[in-house]
């Protein structure tokens, strides 16, 4: 630590009680009070350094009694004043960076200045300020000071001297000189750092966010003054981001859980801080969230999440949850399934979990999303086929899954109403989904909880599914679901049918195209006449002749296990026979719940091959 040293006579000052008292022999003629804490001195060293002191003792003069002086706004207090009177008795002293903005101060208020003695302590104290804020860990520790005397030390530009100082060398780590600090990453070693006399002057840091830790130990006001500062300067947003996310999951105690130190141990940086209240919470999860970069993606998905929750359970504004959620959204394709799960602590409290924010997230993410198509490709189809067909982990395609497996997740919740499953479900595109899998899931899991929904109603929600998308997994399993409409299981059995049938004239075809290659092969072979390219026979084309061959003895198969069923389902005998489906059995590791009864219901819209699949009814 950096230290400067005043004064050459011994120590003279002797405490009795709560009076300071001086050994020099001499009778005390004044009498300082400050708080609980008298000093029992003599004017003339007082009043030849002091002008305030001078002119108070011009006031209370007297030839026989005391003169007694109260000082109870002297900046630093006692403490400060104990190292005045030093100084005015020329006592060895030790300015250091935690008493020299306290010092300072008060010799302002005392206008203790050059025309009351060469080299007075207004001048002293700041030559070693200058000197202070040399030195990273020196300015750290006289900021944190200037809050024991802060509308003194703002008048004199301390606190903003100091944190312009930190600014600098966070900018310019060259200008670190000193040690940053104990618990700081920092090697030692002498290929790392120029050593003097053991100390470090030059550390080499770990890494850009060496200053985090430090940074985090001041309060919220001189941490907020200390990142408008950063910004200023034009510091990279992202390292602004990661020192605010360092910052509120230090003193936010429902954020620590994912805090970790810089060493990896959580627990020992828990035990530093105490936990503040929830107003104070509260009031700094306002300033950290108004205080992020307006960049998409300069925060972790997971950390905005994390605040969102703690903002909701700790009261925060409207407006600090709405900004939340507005980041959010913006970059919802990196959110995880638990962490969506927000629990709902509004006054209604109808739901387990808080499906309206997921959809006003969900909601940003698509405007953002929209712009981005609109400047990407005018053809709005287009974009969506790129989305849903060749590129499946695209952020549209992932915030698909995501509100699939949400909707699984808060499905079973009795008191989630059909409007609201709709309409979250309603929002995601058809051509963000590759796969319907996922909502079919989330409907069936819906049904079976909610067994009381009318047919109506059933028909409503799976108009969120598209039959055509299904898997053959998905597909089997939803033939045998008689939870679902009757027409849904109709027309899941008719496009399965319609797919094979398409798959079948695709291996004609291609055994056709194949041939046809082979043919032209041999002719020109034939025309080159150069005997080296003998037309031969083409694997693939056996093997789509056996593949065809298989096709027809499934369906040969499916058709006779139809006629078996024609029995147990009556009225479905000409359907059936017109489709030639197989029902096969339910596959075990599609995680959907048991079928418990059967609904008759018409689907709202339907495709042309729908209207031909439902014809039969």
Not at 239 to 253: D, F, N, Q
Not at 270 to 293: F, G, Y
Request: net charge negative; hydrophobic share 40%.
């Amino acid at each position: 630590m950096a230290s400067m040293k005043l004064g050459s006579k011994s120590e003279m000052f002797y405490l009795y009680g709560q009076s300071w008292l001086c050994s020099t022999g001499l009778p005390s003629d004044v009498i300082i009070e400050i708080g609980d804490t008298s000093f029992h001195l003599h004017k003339f060293p007082l009043i030849s350094r002091s002008k305030v002191l001078e002119s108070m003792m011009k006031e209370t003069s007297s030839e026989h009694e005391k003169s007694v002086l109260e000082l109870h706004d002297l900046p630093g207090g006692a403490k400060a004043f104990f190292l005045v009177a030093k100084f005015c008795y020329g006592i060895k002293m030790e300015l250091t960076a935690s008493n020299v903005v306290g010092l300072r101060c008060a010799a302002e208020h005392l206008q203790m200045t050059e025309n009351y003695g060469e080299g007075n302590l207004i001048m002293q104290t700041e030559h070693f300020l200058n000197h202070v804020f040399s030195y990273w860990t020196d300015t750290l520790k006289a900021l944190k000071t200037c809050e024991e005397v802060l509308p003194f030390a703002e008048e004199l530009h301390i606190t903003s001297r100091s944190i312009h100082s930190l600014v600098l060398k966070v900018a310019d780590q060259s200008l670190v000189s000193f040690p940053v600090s104990s618990s700081q990453s920092v090697s030692q070693s002498s290929e790392d750092a120029e050593v003097w006399n053991g100390i470090s002057l030059t550390p080499k840091t770990s890494g850009e966010d060496w200053w985090f830790e430090d940074v985090s130990s001041l309060s919220l006001p001189l941490y907020k003054r200390f990142v408008q500062g950063a910004s200023a300067r034009q510091m990279k947003p992202k390292r602004i981001a990661e020192s605010l996310v360092y910052y509120a999951k230090k003193h936010i105690p429902l954020l620590g859980s994912q805090a970790t130190s810089q060493n990896g141990n959580s627990s020992s940086l828990k035990s530093t801080i105490s936990t503040p209240s929830e107003a104070d919470q509260r009031n700094l999860i306002e300033e950290i969230v108004e205080l992020l970069p307006n960049e998409k993606g300069i925060a972790p998905t997971k950390f905005l999440l994390g605040c969102l929750r703690a903002a909701m359970a700790l009261y925060a504004s409207s407006s600090c949850c709405a900004n939340l959620e507005k980041r959010i959204g913006a970059q919802l394709d990196e959110a995880d399934l638990e962490d969506l799960l927000i629990p709902n602590i509004g006054y209604s409290m109808e739901t387990l979990h808080d499906i309206d924010c997921v959809h006003r997230m969900l909601d940003h993410f698509m405007i953002v999303e929209h712009d981005v198509i609109d400047s990407t490709s005018n053809d709005i189809e287009e974009e969506g086929r790129i989305i849903g067909g060749s590129q499946p982990q695209s952020p549209m395609a992932k915030v698909a899954n995501l509100i699939d497996s949400y909707l699984a997740e808060v499905a079973p919740d009795v008191n989630v109403k059909l409007p609201k499953f709709q309409s979250l479900a309603a929002v995601i595109p058809d051509y963000a989904r590759t796969l319907d899998d996922g909502v079919y899931r989330a409907i069936d899991i819906y049904l079976k909880s909610h067994q009381w929904l009318t047919d109506s109603e059933k028909e409503q929600i799976c108009r969120l599914m598209n039959c055509q998308k299904l898997s053959l997994e998905a597909s089997t399993h939803a033939a045998q679901n008689e939870r679902l409409p009757l027409r849904v299981v109709v027309q899941v059995l008719f496009f399965e049918q319609l797919k094979l049938r398409t798959s079948v004239a695709g291996w004609f075809f291609a055994s056709d195209s194949v041939e046809n290659s082979q043919n032209l092969s041999a002719n020109l072979a034939l025309i080159r006449n150069d005997g080296n390219t003998p037309p031969n026979p083409v694997l693939a084309f056996d093997n789509m002749k056996e593949r065809v061959a298989e096709l027809e003895k499934e369906c040969l198969s499916m058709k006779q296990d139809l006629e078996k069923m024609i029995k147990s389902k009556g009225s479905w005998n000409m359907l059936l026979k017109k489709l030639g489906c197989k029902l096969v059995p339910k596959p075990s590791n599609l995680k959907v719940s048991k079928p418990c009864r059967k609904s008759k219901i018409s689907p709202a819209s339907t495709t042309p091959m729908e209207e031909k699949a439902m014809e039969v009814n």
